[in-house]
């Protein structure tokens, strides 16, 4: 590939967890002004991630993070939820690229040429910026969720399935934004 190539990366967050929205970002990274301490965003501790975040938004060329909801989620399946989410991402970049690789086995439906790459998170840093940026972003989102929903500890399993959201659902049902079509949820209901 032409490394002169303008590549947007694209990854998400969100896929697994029983709450909220899917998360998508794409990035184009500014060759003259490379990003130190990229990875995977899984790999890298939160305060990383943080002070990461404000440094891949103030240096590469272009950036966008687009969301598809827990109700839409419910609506069309997460696959296709996760694959809106990163076309959005895509489109909303300031600066059309020229080829967009996008972390793991499918890609979006998308007007640029695009090429899928298991384990992208890892291996371009391009997809590493998009995956730190939707972590950040959906870490966020469960924050502000946790301040509407205490009860459910979104701040500290960040909607994930575990032991202690799924006694909160029990205890407490399903909020607004959980996941419908997602068992755990569903059974609770």
Not at 51 to 60: D, H, Q
Request: proline residues 5%.
């Amino acid at each position: 590939m032409n490394s002169d190539l303008l590549l947007a990366g694209v990854d998400e967050a969100g896929r697994g967890p029983l709450v909220g929205s899917v998360v998508a970002a794409a990035v184009i990274l500014n060759p003259d002004q490379p990003v130190a301490g990229l990875a995977d965003s899984k790999k890298l501790s939160e305060k990383k991630r943080e002070a990461l975040a404000v440094e891949i938004k103030a240096s590469v060329l272009a950036w966008s993070i687009a969301s598809v909801s827990a109700a839409e989620i419910d609506e069309i399946n997460i696959l296709q939820a996760t694959m809106k989410a990163m076309k959005l991402a895509v489109e909303g970049l300031s600066i059309a690229p020229e080829k967009v690789e996008v972390d793991g086995n499918r890609c979006p439906d998308i007007a640029y040429p695009v090429e899928a790459i298991i384990k992208g998170d890892d291996k371009v840093q391009a997809i590493s910026a998009a995956s730190i940026l939707a972590k950040v972003e959906r870490d966020h989102q469960m924050l502000k969720l946790h301040q509407d929903y205490p009860q459910y500890g979104f701040d500290r399993h960040k909607g994930y399935g575990t032991k202690v959201h799924i006694a909160a659902l029990q205890a407490h049902g399903a909020c607004p934004d959980h996941r419908r079509s997602f068992a755990p949820v569903k059974k609770v209901l």
